[in-house]
């Protein structure tokens, strides 16, 4: 769930070409499972409850205005983990995007529900979303735009091969929120060190 009280800032990952792919299965109990048609109301209920959306109406607008032009790649691309019961209680989407005319693959929208935290699903996620984008698109950077409001997803992100990355080397021209990030990410850092 996102952390709301700390100073929010955007800040990007990159993992680079050859990092190699964790093998980090599920535990028992839990299976993946991709997009099929309806699974946006599961998309945009995990979404919300993670705190990245309001209502689970305004999560499938931009659903439906992101992904819904490239439907036949959700099959593919969007993925779940699914409980013994077969409730979606996690999600990541292995997407492209174009930059400076230059097609990069991107991880999109991770979200494990709160009751499903700890559990070590994050990890699992993001090795299958990091084996999808290279089976996908071939060896090549990955990137994903995360928050310091998900500061233990950047945990996850880093031991799974992402380094962060200042904005300026992704974007030209762009305000780089880099620093403001760094900053805030050490004073939690501090602060978890000082509790110890």
Not at 11 to 37: A, H, K, V
Not at 73 to 82: P, Q, T
Not at 149 to 170: D, M, N, P, Q
Request: glycine share 8%.
């Amino acid at each position: 769930m996102l952390d709301k009280s700390i100073p929010f800032a955007g800040i990007y990952m990159r993992r680079g070409p050859g990092t190699p792919i964790q093998d980090c299965s599920l535990p028992d109990g839990f299976r993946f499972s991709f997009y099929q048609d309806g699974d946006e109301t599961s998309w945009a209920r995990i979404e919300t409850s993670v705190l990245e959306f309001d209502s689970e109406f305004a999560a499938i607008l931009l659903f439906n205005e992101k992904f819904m032009p490239h439907r036949d790649e959700l099959y593919r691309r969007c993925f779940f983990v699914e409980s013994e019961g077969g409730r979606k209680v996690a999600t990541a989407t292995a997407w492209w995007s174009l930059i400076q005319g230059q097609r990069r693959a991107w991880v999109e929208w991770v979200a494990v529900m709160p009751d499903y935290q700890g559990l070590g699903l994050g990890k699992a996620v993001i090795a299958r979303v990091t084996k999808i984008l290279t089976e996908l698109e071939g060896d090549v950077p990955l990137y994903l735009h995360t928050q310091t409001w998900s500061h233990k997803a950047i945990g996850i992100y880093r031991a799974c091969g992402y380094e962060l990355l200042s904005e300026k080397a992704l974007y030209r021209n762009k305000r780089d929120n880099y620093k403001k990030a760094m900053r805030i990410l050490k004073r939690i850092e501090r602060g978890k060190n000082n509790r110890t």
